[in-house]
Structures are given as structure tokens and as C-alpha cells.
């Protein structure tokens, strides 16, 4: 009867070990969610046509004249994003020669620029850009306008 008390016994804890062993392995398998989240919302989704909209990096720049200007190289923005002003890689032959100047944005006519042949017209002569001081990165920015309609950068 000792014999059959302890084998029982043996199986009790045999079928219970099994049973907290499975338990253990389903936990690690399907471990519990921590906290419940809803998902985040889908971003949103604006669809520009090809034909509405182009980059403007590289873009090549001429006078209402049609001299060369250079081409963009950069756009600055201000704190709350809105586009200040172009820099542009003007003069110079094949990058020798060339300098930095920063022209108000509001100087830039996108009229037609439907492939990246077409250029971007600048309201300024080449003697006015030529006179520009060259932009300097982490220096003051002088941004040069066509009708004098920017207003300075404040400090926030």
C-alpha cells in the first residue's frame, strides 16, 4: 500500500509539473500584451500630379533677360518653416570661380517648369547678383530682393 501512495503520488506531481511546464512554454510563446493601445491613426495622404509640382535643387536660373543666373542650390527656411529665400551657385565656369548668393524667394518665377530642362526666372539682373555679398553659412544671411518686400528674420 506504501508503494502504491508513493506512486501515485509521483504521478500527481508529474501531471502537475507537465501542466505548469506547458504553461511556462505558452507564456513565452504568446507573452501578455502589457497595456492595450489603439493603433495609431494612418498618416495622411496628399497626391500631387507630375504635372502640378516639381523639386526646384539644381534647377537652373536665368534673368528676365535671359542671362544665366546659376542654378539653386539650397533653400532657407525660417523657424516656422515657410521658405525665406534660394541660395544660388552663381558665376564662375564649371564650379571655378563660383559663389553663393541668397535671393528672396518671392523673386523666383516657377511660370513653366514641367521637366528639369526648363528654368526658374529670377527678378534681378545679372549686375544685381553679381553685386550681392556671397552667403556664407553661419554667418548673417543677406538676401537680396527684387522689390524690397522682404521683412527681416525676427529673433524668438
Known amino acids: ?50 504635372r502640378e509640382a516639381h523639386g526646384v535643387l539644381g534647377r537652373d536660373v536665368r534673368s528676365p533677360a535671359n542671362e544665366d543666373m546659376g542654378h539653386i542650390v539650397d533653400v532657407i527656411v ?17 564650379g571655378v570661380g563660383s559663389r553663393k548668393i541668397v535671393v528672396d524667394w518671392n523673386a523666383l518665377h516657377f511660370g513653366r517648369i514641367a521637366d528639369k530642362r526648363d528654368s526658374i526666372t529670377l527678378e534681378l539682373t545679372k549686375a544685381q547678383v553679381a553685386a550681392a555679398p556671397e552667403y556664407k553659412e553661419d554667418a548673417s544671411i543677406v538676401v537680396l530682393g527684387a522689390s524690397g518686400s522682404l521683412q527681416p528674420l525676427e529673433d524668438r
Request: glycine share 8%; proline share 10%; net charge negative.
Open 78 to 94: 525660417d523657424r516656422s518653416g515657410t521658405v525665406r529665400a534660394a541660395v544660388i551657385d552663381f558665376g564662375g565656369f564649371l
Open 1 to 50: 500500500m506504501r508503494v502504491r501512495g508513493w506512486f501515485i503520488l509521483a504521478i500527481v506531481l508529474a501531471v502537475a509539473g507537465a501542466a505548469a511546464w506547458g504553461a511556462e512554454n505558452d507564456s513565452q510563446k504568446n507573452p501578455p500584451a502589457a497595456t492595450t493601445q489603439e493603433p495609431a491613426p494612418p498618416p495622411s495622404v496628399t497626391i500631387i500630379e507630375p
